[in-house]
């Protein structure tokens, strides 16, 4: 089950997704046991790893630009002995070309160049594939609700989620804000059939193959 | 995986537990695919259902006093073809005396009656299990609080939950609010090793034997 | 004092701005007692009524395209025996051309054309003057972002909004909530001293004459 | 007007009721410009000084038990030139009694005492007259709405805030969450006319003298 805390995994300075946020992205995403999954700006690798537990028998590609991020995610992954996480070191539009065909896409933070990594993603994705993304600024979220708008391939939904934790204080309940993330889900559909509703996933076929650097014992 | 979409339950004129607010009360509830649930107050019975989806090799013990929401949960059961739950028809506190010992308490309602509803499921909980309790109102939060912090061998931990959904309305991305829900978990604890944070749940042995009302094909 | 409860302003099937929003809006406006003040997409009116007890030796220039809208305006203002709005039916950007130079716009609806708009209100702002500016699509926030970035005259801040305002059910207190606004104050500052921080404004002077339809019983 | 910003006060270690919270209490509190205001848990004092400003013909009395606290208070009542807030050192229940018969009160903080503030409150505040408290408990919050319940003489209504303020970083707009804030508004009506309506507040007529000690120059 998705829903690890905060506190079990290794951090370092980098800002890690909040388990609330995790798992609405994660439940939002669908993912099957033999998924083959990309996530974007996978900082820490919390949702990485929880995405590489569900797709159990697929596989995870967890990429990040920052070598604090890379040697953190090769971490966790460890401690919570995942061995199907694949992690790329690198710009997410160019190590995007480097993945195979992918059926579920987790965008944890898009630094500014969320179209670009959305038509990368687009590449890759199968029909019937979903996106699931998190934003934390107005403009990325604004361009990807823009790039959505040109498709008629894809159907979206999307939520904001606002999370208070309650501390103890002297006996009392007291509640600390997190801040506000929004999370967009995008269901990648065949041209014909578009239409605005969100529809179930049926089980995808798989037939990737898998390339990239391998962490673990394997 | 969990997260049905609210549409596809069968609807009647009581109000349901929104697909968010079921994901997050879920994941927290940690259920084990043996694990025997309970859930108060259980409404059309979406989160029922979903819980006896994950608790596969276990039950789930539906209890409402409505008849209405009795006939919701027996219709969406069928629906959804989940066998695993057991609908009981009357107040949360006695009910609970039908039920055998159990590892999750889920409260989706507790009709003004929290106290008396923690005490029946205190009385039935294992050591080791878990009760997440969604609140609507001030009172209900505060009473169990207050029943909690009487209580050496519970730790628990509270979130408020807010949602916005947003819809297009000619092209825009407008925001429409759900009503905030307080989601809190508290975890049954051996006396002796009481302390302010809650554990991951290890694996739990099941002794109980089922009663009762038996809907479904079985 | 700001803060007119929602139940006293006559009300059609155009939505009004919330109670809180209103006080929060005016408060961040920071009006003077001889301010001109315009507001576009005024509704109900409830905005300018409470501006214009506010400038009650200025003006407020209550644009709204919509006929209903200008109705409403027109016995709100009857009703709270304002007699210092000027009320314009018709777009935005052209009933803009028909107002004197102003100290304070709001913006309570921009109907998807922000961009217009600012550009019009910025023909008529003096500097000192501000912008407060409600949003409810991702899109009009977005743009009027997009266009303050373009601006180094202007310093602007921004929060978002949410309230939930509570009903008593069977004498327990349960949550209601309100639709989030974003809100954006916008100063406009002298080129030279285009600083990040949203200065005190100072008691301006005013030079403008008032135009077009005056209500009440002047 | 209502509104000074945050970084306009003198802070020190205490926490500091924000600006955005400020201005929709004392919008609830509809202060008149001769009333006698009594501000409990007064912090920084950055509700009283926003209260006298308002009361520029009454008094405010600013209470708290912290010495930190009375230092920042009379040097912030120094620095924006309000003379006419008395602040009393020690228990809000206590130098409640010193106070003469008051019009608002406003309670920035309970330190755990609701009960004990509203029964002294009470003891000197007028019919016609309110109290707006902030909560940041929920079991502070709870014994309000209890206290609230038992008496036929109170009208009440309840909002919860929730601000997110925007940070630019990178050119990007990112939202930062304030802690929410529980925002209750009683107003003390003669006990044959309860209803569950408020009212609006009539100006009321003073006759009340003041005691204790006075700061400023006067």
Partial sequence: MIGIED???IRG???MTKQEIRILTLAKAKICTTDFVVDIGAGTGSLSIEAAK???HGYVFAIDKNPDAVDLITRN???FSVDNIVIISGEASESLRQVPRIDIA???GSGGKIREILQAIDNKLKIGGRIVANFITIQSLANCLDW???RDDYDYEMIQVQINRFNVVGGLDMAQALNPVHILTAKKIPLKQAVNVIKLPEQKVKTAQVVGLRIGNS
Avoid: R
């Fill in 54 to 56: 569900i797709a159990e």
């Fill in 148 to 150: 959505l708008k040109t």
């Fill in 7 to 9: 506190e079990k995994f």
């Fill in 106 to 108: 987790l965008i944890g």
């Fill in 13 to 15: 300075k980098i800002p």
């Fill in 77 to 79: 992954a460890e401690k």
